[in-house]
């Protein structure tokens, strides 16, 4: 029916080796594990961050109550789990968005 079309292959162009790329790497290896984006300073505020968000957590955790017969809504709504737990929470998440966006 038709004539088989035969395809022209056209190799791929290389890209010429600079003289930095042509080096064992050793340098562009040690300068990449010197410099990472966040410090050390960074990392401690992240850690504080950590802290408190996990202080918040803990704060919010509990509830047993004595006996289960007893209802005791001072135990569950304390003051310590609706309103200081959650001003820790956020808090440490506010810390957090400092630690990344700190210059």
Do not use: C, N
Not at 62 to 69: L, V, Y
């Amino acid at each position: 029916m038709g004539e088989a079309k035969s395809k022209k292959t056209v190799p791929a162009p290389q890209a010429a080796k600079t003289p930095a790329s042509s080096s064992t790497g050793t340098a562009s290896s040690s300068r990449s594990l010197q410099e990472f984006t966040y410090g050390k300073k960074h990392i401690r505020i992240v850690l504080i961050g950590l802290a408190l968000i996990a202080l918040g957590l803990v704060l919010m955790s509990g509830g047993h109550m004595p006996s289960p017969e007893v209802w005791d809504e001072s135990i569950i709504y304390s003051f310590r789990r609706t309103v200081l737990a959650p001003a820790f929470i956020i808090a440490g998440l506010a810390v957090q968005v400092y630690a990344i966006f700190k210059s």
